[in-house]
């Protein structure tokens, strides 16, 4: 089971987590829970790091970010306790949580489980801080932002739990935002790949890393809602979305538990901008020298048009990066204008980008033109297009994001009937 920060947020949530907990382990259950650091507390610490030293060194970063999922860890523990259970935290050094890579972006190599499954089989509840582990050298490590989903599924995966939990402040996955669209509504199930391209283009339920993980592992994950009430559904009985293989996702289907949908559901993402280099020499390399010092910076860059060649061997390259990486990947091109040999560089900030996402697409033909005549009808502008074997993402003004998310959601027939919104 793993709870988020909101779920995390002060000892009166705490206590309804134990609660939920308990439930679990009365219902027969061996559990082993991950926590995040109480929302908010995170960005607290990073502000006392900048405080402390604007070009702190990243391991001391770790050493102070990583305290708020042991406070946390440990006041679950002594929650349970103060409810009759027998429970203890376990910190990243003590199972331990063995990572590789950088400091403040680890990625998790493996667990050694062996005691703390000892412990669950003596009846212990398992309470872990998420987000943190050890290096090679010995040194604590955290793994990036969102790096609690991470934990609670290789965790998951290392004591082979049967399930892992992800209690959020959403009780499930949805086929859009329902803040935008009324008649969206919960998904019984999704595969690990429909998963991974919603979290990738915008759906914020689960962080991208930890579904690449639980689909590499094997690890079935549900996603619930920490808000429910005392007397809420068991979660054995299934109320939230379940993300699993395709061959889970195939008996499901079988079994009449789950239709199976051309598309699954619809993502949007606001924080992208676009840039546009102008009359780009038409030569092998040119592209290359354009995308290779945005690499070398970290700078993901998703959607690439190239226009058709202009008469003088030029062209015009387009291409979206995360909004937050905008004004940096502007100085770098800048720098290199000489070497890519561009004529202009025109920025847009103003964009959205809006994504159909089923695994249905790989036997149906015309997603893609639903897509567009849709779109279309309303007078809506696609100003690029890519696509993936499941998935097709156009880019259009920022202001129609809403009303495409909603034309999409209806041309596709994703929109819950009345009787079943109730």
């Not at 440990?74 to 199972?95: D, H, I, P």
């Not at 690449?212 to 996603?223: P, T």
């Not at 889970?248 to 079988?254: A, I």
């Not at 910076?297 to 291409?319: H, L, P």
Request: aromatic share 4%.
């Amino acid at each position: 089971m793993k709870f988020g920060g909101t779920s995390m947020a002060g000892t009166e949530r705490i206590r309804r987590v134990a609660n939920i907990v308990r439930r679990q382990q009365a219902a027969g259950h061996e559990v082993a829970v991950v926590v995040s650091a109480m929302a908010g507390e995170t960005d607290r610490l990073v502000g006392f790091c900048r405080e402390a030293n604007a070009l702190y060194d990243p391991a001391e970063y770790d050493v102070v970010v990583a305290s708020g999922e042991q406070v946390t860890a440990g006041l679950l523990a002594l929650t349970l306790q103060s409810m009759g259970c027998k429970a203890r935290s376990w910190l990243g050094w003590q199972l331990p949580v063995r990572t590789v890579e950088a400091h403040a972006k680890a990625r998790v190599a493996g667990i050694d489980a062996p005691e703390m499954i000892a412990s669950l089989e003596r009846g212990e509840i398992a309470v872990i801080p998420g987000f943190q582990g050890i290096s090679d050298d010995g040194r604590l490590t955290t793994l990036g932002r969102g790096g609690s989903d991470t934990s609670a599924v290789a965790v998951a995966a290392a004591i082979k739990a049967d399930r892992c939990d992800i209690y959020t402040d959403v009780d499930g996955v949805y086929t859009t935002d329902p803040r935008i669209v009324a008649k969206a509504h919960k998904l019984k199930a999704v595969t690990y790949e429909e998963m991974l391209e919603l979290a990738s283009v915008g759906a914020k339920v689960l962080q991208t890393r930890s579904v690449g993980l639980a689909m590499k592992e094997g690890v079935r994950i549900q996603v619930l809602s920490s808000f429910l009430g005392d007397d809420a559904i068991p979660a054995d009985e299934l109320p939230g979305t379940l993300i699993v293989s395709d061959e889970e996702m195939d008996q499901l289907v079988e079994k009449g538990d789950m239709e199976r949908q051309l598309v699954t559901g619809i993502a949007h993402d606001k924080n992208e901008a676009k840039v546009i280099l102008t009359r780009v020499p038409d030569r092998p390399g040119a592209v290359a020298n354009i995308f290779e010092p945005l690499a070398a910076a970290s700078i993901n860059v998703d959607m690439i048009i190239q226009n058709v060649g202009r008469d003088k061997g030029e062209t015009d390259v387009t291409f979206t990066v995360p909004q937050a990486d905008l004004a940096r990947a502007q100085a770098l091109l800048e720098d290199k204008r000489d070497v890519i040999g561009y004529n202009r560089i025109i920025t847009d900030s103003k964009i959205a980008k809006i994504s159909v996402v089923g695994v249905g697409m790989k036997s149906h033909a015309g997603v893609a033109s639903t897509m567009f005549r849709a779109l279309s009808d309303r007078g809506i502008n696609i100003q690029a297009i890519s696509t993936s074997e499941i998935k097709i993402s156009v880019m259009i003004d920022e202001d129609e994001t809403e009303l495409a998310v909603r034309v999409l959601h209806t041309a596709y027939g994703l929109d819950a009937s009345e009787e079943a919104a109730e």
